[in-house]
T-cell receptor, first 112, second 113 residues
Framework: GDSVTQMEGPVTLSEEAFLTINCTYTATGYPSLFWYVQYPGEGLQLLLK?????DKGSNKGFEATYRKETTSFHLEKGSVQVSDSAVYFC???????????FGTGTRLLVSP | NAGVMQNPRHLVRRRGQEARLRCSPM?????VYWYRQLPEEGLKFMVYLQKENIIDESGMPKERFSAEFPKEGPSILRIQQVVRGDSAAYFCASSLGQDQPQHFGDGTRLSIL
């Protein structure tokens, strides 16, 4: 079945450092890919998405490119802030199905 | 705030009791999804409903769990005879249509004593 694999955390960075969180997927067909962010005690917020190969999703300085050849959707940000500390989830939804398949999440801790 | 509303935010039950979790989708959304998040894990799909219909319940445990989304009122996830292993955060999401982004509520954190 479909699955998503994320790098394990926590990822600990200093403010203004470069961020990469790796995400790879296994899916039949042509899934849409998403990054969600979860702040403590809250639900998930959609951060960005890409619906087809070579699409780049971007939002709030974060970006990720849908790479079909490597089945990857790595999340990047050039300069992180303390307020970016949260858990980040990579997810996919496959064509014709409505259920999101999530990775296990990567906790990001940014220190001043 | 017209977001997805879940209540209660926290629910404590003793083993053997029933838990009822409510979800009001965003205005105009008729597609509702329930997910469960166990501690330190990602979210796992449970069930997908449209008004008065269960479309996909492939992630629902076979016993004790049920879900509904009536014509009027919120969607309800019901867990009968709760056990310790039911302790988790339960998230509801809604969308405008089948291929539209899902928007999540803040979840209900269920604790079983």
């Amino acid at each position: 079945g479909d699955s998503v694999t994320q790098m394990e955390g926590p990822v600990t960075l200093s403010e203004e450092a470069f961020l990469t969180i790796n995400c790879t997927y296994t899916a039949t067909g042509y899934p849409s890919l998403f990054w969600y962010v979860q702040y403590p005690g809250e639900g998930l917020q959609l951060l960005l998405k890409a619906t087809k190969a070579d699409d780049k999703g971007s939002n709030k300085g974060f970006e990720a490119t849908y790479r079909k050849e490597t089945t990857s959707f790595h999340l990047e940000k050039g300069s992180v802030q303390v307020s970016d500390s949260a858990v980040y989830f990579c997810a996919l939804v496959n064509t014709g199905f409505q259920k999101l398949v999530f990775g296990t999440g990567t906790r990001l801790l940014v220190s001043p | 705030n017209a977001g997805v509303m879940q209540n209660p935010r926290h629910l404590v039950r003793r083993r053997g009791q029933e838990a009822r979790l409510r979800c009001s989708p965003m205005k105009g959304h008729s597609h509702v999804y329930w997910y469960r998040q166990l501690p330190e894990e990602g979210l796992k799909f449970m069930v997908y409903l449209q008004k008065e219909n269960i479309i996909d319940e492939s992630g629902m445990p076979k016993e004790r769990f049920s879900a509904e989304f009536p014509k009027e009122g919120p969607s309800i996830l019901r867990i009968q005879q709760v056990v310790r292993g039911d302790s988790a955060a339960y998230f509801c999401a809604s969308s405008l249509g089948q291929d539209q982004p899902q928007h999540f509520g803040d979840g209900t954190r269920l604790s079983i004593l």
